[in-house]
């Protein structure tokens, strides 16, 4: 049988055209991070003192009841059994045995976090505002200024996603395009027959700008550069103060540092055993090249695994896509493990909702602002399970985690102070959390 896919026709399943603008911010010139694997001392530079960020979005809202939270034998419980874990008393769903059997090597699981109650980006942004007087930057893009460092060579920011729907898209707000991700998304989608009621995307492993078009030659291309940094110039007399304007032109002003990092983008580079030991999946695929990214010295890079919005069917696509996330996750986690990478890899997987205990007349779980994350490496105390929901999980039990909190922990397992204040266009100091946000100080090592 074929199960068709049900959402609930949400306007933000869609990919805004504009989200790759400002891309060319996340890179220097150079052939520096073309090297970043042929270096061993730089190589190992990287693994004793950066820090780093790795997150996995499950965008959609992936089910708590199936994976992290299970609650079976009750009525919202649904069919799949629970199974121990290496956490002594701590018990996860049946389709994720992998992450069952090391949760306590590298992981932290928070079982009662906060987030909203539908399709929109405010998970990202901390529950702050797009539109007003002040901008804020999203998380990966705080992230990444923060840690960057100011010689580095390699992209500061990007985003994979094989999803053609909503990705909430980051963005740095008043910190500067500097700072946006490179956005890489899909290349459209393959045409297919009814009674299919959508299609496949293609999958993308690199940017599309990365290399030069056809018919473009590098001597053209400097010259187009050189022209517009000469307008550039002409235009940004007397608006030397404009921090926004000084960002984009240092944005454009690094598009050959793309070109010249494709080499990191390539999974061909890593060996036959060690692309099957991440799967063919576009997201086993993706996940590779993340970690190769992370490697290089790439601060703050976002895996999306969609779409995890079964208002229909959700047991029969939680049964296909929680086993790829629990073999995909445990691969990253081994691999960062095996080449010292994760005493300074901070992994999360987070979600903007969760789903409802209840199920729906569609075999279905709806939209529920309670969901389960996790944390691991980088900071973090392994095997903790922090907060609780009630037997039938309808409500968190103990210890709720708002928003701001978990940016607040993330940023302290990396060592991020995370009342640190930036200053908006207008020079209001804004904090990177909330003024008097606390981490949750049983999840950090």
């Not at 395009?177 to 393959?190: D, E, K, L, M, Y």
């Not at 598009?255 to 999946?281: H, K, N, P």
């Not at 100091?429 to 950090?444: F, K, N, R, S, W």
């Amino acid at each position: 049988m074929t199960f068709r896919k049900k959402t609930c026709g949400s306007s933000e399943h869609f990919v805004d055209r504009r989200a790759f603008l400002g891309a060319a911010g996340a890179f220097l010139g150079g052939a520096y991070g073309l090297n970043a694997f042929a270096q061993p001392a730089l190589g190992q530079q990287l693994q004793r003192d950066q820090k780093r960020v790795l997150m996995i979005f499950l965008n959609g809202g992936m089910s708590q009841y199936e994976s992290w939270d299970p609650k079976p034998g009750t009525t919202t419980g649904g069919p799949f059994q629970s199974i121990p874990t290496s956490i002594p008393g701590y018990r996860i769903s049946e389709l994720m045995p992998r992450m069952a059997a090391c949760l306590h090597r590298h992981t932290a699981v928070i079982r009662s976090q906060l987030a909203v109650s539908d399709h929109n980006d405010a998970t990202i942004f901390g529950g702050k505002p797009k539109t007003g007087p002040v901008r804020y930057p999203s998380l990966g893009s705080m992230i990444a200024k923060e840690l960057a460092s100011p010689n580095s060579q390699v992209p500061h920011h990007v985003m994979f996603t094989n999803y053609p729907g909503a990705n909430y898209f980051e963005n740095a707000g008043f910190l500067g395009a500097t700072w946006n991700p490179i956005n890489i998304t899909p290349n459209g989608s393959r045409p297919v027959m009814p009674p299919f009621m959508f299609s496949e995307p293609i999958l993308r492993l690199a940017p599309p700008a990365n290399t030069l078009p056809p018919g473009l030659s590098d001597a053209d291309h400097r010259e187009r550069e050189a022209l517009r940094a000469e307008l550039g110039s002409r235009f940004g007399v007397g608006r030397e103060r404009d921090g926004v304007l000084l960002s984009h032109g240092g944005a454009y002003g690094r598009v050959r540092g793309l070109m010249e990092s494709a080499r990191l983008f390539d999974i061909g580079q890593e060996s036959a055993s060690m692309r099957a030991r991440y799967g063919s999946t576009p997201f086993g695929q993706q996940m590779l090249v993340a970690r190769r990214l992370i490697e290089a010295g790439v601060p703050y890079v976002r895996v999306n695994r969609g779409w995890w919005d079964h208002h229909g069917q959700n047991f029969e696509f939680h049964q296909e896509m929680v086993p790829e996330l629990d073999h995909v996750m445990s691969v990253l986690l081994e691999d960062l493990q095996e080449r010292g990478l994760l005493r300074n890899t901070l992994v999360a997987t987070f979600s903007e909702m969760g789903r409802t205990p209840s199920i729906n007349d569609n075999n279905g779980r709806d939209h529920f602002p309670r969901m389960s994350v996790t944390l691991s490496g980088c900071g973090v105390r392994p095997g903790v399970v922090y907060g609780s929901t009630n037997n039938d999980g309808t409500n968190i039990a103990n210890n709720p985690v708002s928003l701001q909190q978990f940016f607040a922990t993330v940023m302290r397992a990396v060592g991020i102070d995370h009342q640190k204040e930036n200053l908006n266009t207008d020079g209001r100091p804004v904090p990177l959390t909330d003024y008097g946000t606390q981490p949750i100080a049983e999840v950090l090592a």
